[in-house]
């Protein structure tokens, strides 16, 4: 199966690397600009986008460069505090939560797709400008400085990012997870078709929610009835909050993430290799 992957950013080569590791060995990855550089600063991987990529073996890579936060906190413009909890391994996960530089991420990932997959795997200066849908096949179209190239493909992956004409971003954390997961379908479903289908049924439902969520501002909710109830500062937030109401809205916050530990801690491994026929 020939697969071509859009765009070499977190999500591309995280997808790269998982469709090798399942055991597809025709992978290549466009990107428009001539030459990657490390570029961004700080990205946060929760705990299932780390534990994603320590699946693929590059936990002790990652952790070098990356901090582990411990305790996320909100304050009011008092500077008085209205809720913190631990994260990571101190909470009950079983990997940690990592702040690192995006551009140090991308390299590792890149270096390790060059290592694995080939030196040429990652063609620069291919803008990937239409994908024609065939009967058994689609055709990649790349804006190159020698003219359009066509090239055939079973499948194209579109990672563009954020900025993408043919594809929007879910950020770091959630754009791992839908890397991992087309190498996993189109390993053990029958068909393309079908692969597909398993992967929109699998990361539509909880992507969805976390847009719903983050349209709502979710996170920062906290801080919003924390003012309303509160506009001149507290002596103690359980005057602000009834008992159990932060509890709760830290819950609700963590499992539309899909980031409470019972998710990522019991979730199945993404792995899965092409002899593992199912
Ligand atoms: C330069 C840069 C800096 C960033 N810095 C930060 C940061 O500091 N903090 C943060 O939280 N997030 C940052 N982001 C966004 C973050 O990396 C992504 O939102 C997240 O990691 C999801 O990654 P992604 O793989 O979907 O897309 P991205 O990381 O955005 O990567 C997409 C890649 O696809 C390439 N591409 C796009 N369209 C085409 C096309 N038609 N043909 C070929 N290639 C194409 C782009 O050049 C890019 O390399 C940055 C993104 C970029 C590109």
């Not at 270096?111 to 795997?121: I, M």
């Not at 971003?169 to 053990?188: K, V, W």
């Amino acid at each position: 199966m020939s697969i071509v992957i859009v765009g070499p950013g977190i999500g591309g080569l995280a997808a790269a690397l998982s469709l090798h590791e399942a055991g597809h060995r025709d992978v290549r990855v466009f990107e428009r600009v001539a030459d990657l550089r490390p570029l961004g600063v700080g990205i946060n991987l929760l705990t299932a986008a780390v534990c994603a990529l320590t699946e693929l073996g590059l936990m002790v890579r990652m952790a070098e460069p990356a901090a582990a936060p411990s305790t996320p906190a909100y304050f009011n413009r008092y500077g008085q505090r209205i809720w913190c909890e631990p994260r990571g391994s101190h909470a009950g996960y079983r990997w940690p939560q990592l702040s690192v530089y995006r551009g140090r991420l991308q390299r590792i990932l890149l270096e390790t797709v060059h290592d694995r997959l080939d030196p040429e795997a990652v063609l620069t200066g291919h803008q990937l400008v239409a994908v024609e849908h065939g009967v058994d096949a689609d055709v990649a179209c790349s804006d190159t400085d020698a003219g359009v190239v066509r090239g055939g493909a079973d499948v194209v992956v579109r990672a563009g990012g954020i900025h993408s004409a043919l594809h929007g971003s879910n950020g770091a954390s959630q754009t791992i997870l839908d890397a991992r997961t087309p190498a996993l379908h189109l390993t053990t479903a029958p068909t393309v078709e079908q692969a597909l289908t398993r992967y929109e049924a699998d990361r539509r439902p909880p992507t969805t929610a976390l847009v719903h969520s983050n349209r709502r501002q979710v996170r920062e909710h906290v801080m919003v009835p924390a003012h309303e109830r509160a506009p001149h500062g507290f002596g103690d937030i359980g005057e602000v909050f009834a008992p159990g109401e932060l509890a709760d809205y830290a819950t609700s916050c963590k499992r539309a993430a899909v980031f409470h530990p019972d998710a990522p801690n019991s979730r199945q491994s993404l792995t899965r290799r092409a002899s593992a026929d199912e």
